[in-house]
């Protein structure tokens, strides 16, 4: 799984109104390095053109080091002429394009980016990684922000996102900045720390986002287990063995939202066994996790190579872990069994389908898909558990809606109400609202819906 700072679908979307500049950040970086490289190799031309001043052309060395400057303002005061010269005087006019090239290119940034802070329909994404450039350029108006301008907090109106690597920086950069980000909307990336155990965020809408979590969440509902345990013609249920090879980041995502939305039928028979938990307090924890059918949770304790016939034989395998680990682990697998039915989490580009032989290999978590407008900005996997939460509200208080134009303000109060443990509970009940209707429209009655 690529972490920010590698290469990392719904496909990334709009291409992005950039207001002045039109290439990507990939390509101003390119062209960045490459005015990079030609300021550093600057010094050649200079010091090709004082040799041969010098020495070739019998000059002084002051008047040498006078004339070999003067290359660079494209101003010859020398008649001295040879092969050297001419290649100074060549490299030097590249030399001083590329020095002027950058400065106007750094204006028309600073130009845009300022441009686009006070607009409220943008976004200024802070980051130190890849993660944040992906996001910056799914955005129809967004850019990455440097945090030393001050336009992009003094009386900005663009909303801001805080990608950085770490959550402790993206907390730290929200606080420091927080009477400043006022009545603006703030999408703040915590990976691992509970944003429901910190301290007020009210002068400002701050909406919280994991990246783990929306990539478990879009895996569960793209690879949905529904036409995967159906009981038999009998009725009769069989065991359904899903093996989770990588307990990081992702794989403790994919588990738990495997046990909270893969819920069926009361008769199901859903195994999943878990390597990789290398924490003995976490080992317990899960192998003590209750479950509300007949389902079962088994953690080994042996690595993947010592069970490697039998995570062969699962029904479905997910790996989640680096990508280079991946794939000596796929190779495995396919060569015990060509034809298991294997996930690989990949936070970048590559498809494993479309390389190995193996015909039930897939790819998930590709960070173009996720990191969205649709999934971070709309926050459209939060969507359906917010208006639950507010229809619950309504019904709670004997009231309907009145004003359709105020339904959303609404909704995000009745949301900001709410503590970490009912959010959750919210979440896992819109995840499986689609399990629902799923079984709905394939015949089950509204009756047995409830029961479920």
């Known amino acids: 799984m690529a972490k920010p700072g590698q290469q990392t679908g719904d496909a990334v979307g709009t291409a992005r109104d950039r207001s ?15 005015a990079s490289w030609i300021t550093r190799l600057g010094w050649i031309p200079l010091a090709v053109s004082f040799c041969a001043y010098h020495w070739g052309g019998g000059l002084g060395a002051g008047y040498s080091l006078y004339a070999a400057t003067a290359l660079y303002f494209v101003n010859p005061v020398v ?7 001419l290649f100074a005087e ?20 600073n130009l845009n980016d300022f441009i686009l802070s006070k607009s409220s329909a943008s976004t200024a994404v802070f980051t130190d990684n890849e993660w944040g450039e992906i996001y910056s350029d799914a955005l129809e108006k967004g850019y990455v922000a440097e945090p030393e301008k001050s336009w992009n907090f003094k009386n900005a109106r663009a909303s801001v996102a805080f990608l950085y690597s770490e959550d402790t920086k993206n907390i730290g950069m929200y606080r420091e900045n927080q009477e400043k980000l006022a009545g603006r909307d703030v999408y703040l990336m915590l990976n691992h720390a509970d944003p429901f155990l910190l301290k007020s965020t ?12 929306i990539m478990a969440r879009k895996y569960w509902k793209d690879h949905s287990l529904y036409e995967e345990i159906r009981p038999d013609e009998n009725g009769v249920f069989h065991p359904f063995r899903i093996a989770v090879l990588g307990f990081g980041d992702v794989g403790r995502a994919i588990f738990k939202y495997g046990y909270l939305n893969n ?26 996790l209750q479950t509300m059918n007949k389902d079962s949770i088994t953690v080994h304790t042996e690595s993947w190579e010592e069970d490697i016939s039998e995570i062969a034989g699962a029904d479905r395998i997910i790996i989640t872990g680096e990508d280079g680990e991946t794939i000596r682990i796929l190779q495995e697998l396919l060569y015990e069994n060509p034809n298991a039915v294997i996930h690989c989490a990949c936070g970048g580009d590559m498809v494993y389908e479309e390389i190995f032989l193996g015909e039930n290999v897939a790819t998930f978590g590709n960070m173009k898909e996720i990191l969205t407008e649709d999934y971070i900005k709309r926050e459209q996997l939060l969507l359906q558990a917010k208006m639950f939460n507010y229809d619950y509200a309504l019904s709670a208080e004997g009231q309907h809606v009145t004003d359709p134009s105020a339904v959303t303000e609404k909704m995000e109060n009745e949301w900001d109400k ?14 499986h609202y689609w399990i629902e209707k799923w079984k709905l429209l394939d015949g089950h009655s509204i009756e047995e819906e409830q029961r479920i």
């Not at 060549?90 to 940034?109: D, L, R």
């Not at 009210?202 to 979590?213: G, I, P, Q």
């Not at 008769?267 to 938990?277: A, K, P, V």
């Open 20 to 34: 002045l500049i039109i290439v990507g950040q990939k390509e101003k970086n390119l062209i960045r390095k490459i």
């Open 79 to 85: 008649d001295y002429q040879d092969g050297f010269v």
């Open 90 to 109: 060549i490299s030097s006019v590249v030399v001083t394009t590329s020095v002027i090239f950058t400065i106007i290119q750094s204006a028309i940034e």
């Open 202 to 213: 009210e002068s400002a809408r701050v909406h919280f986002f994991n990246l783990y979590e």
């Open 263 to 288: 819920i069926y039928e009361t008769d199901q028979r859903l195994e999943y066994h878990l390597w990789g938990c290398g924490n003995i307090a976490e080992r317990r924890f899960l192998s003590s």
């Open 418 to 431: 709410l503590n970490g443990f009912f959010r959750g509970s919210n979440v896992a009940r819109a995840d």
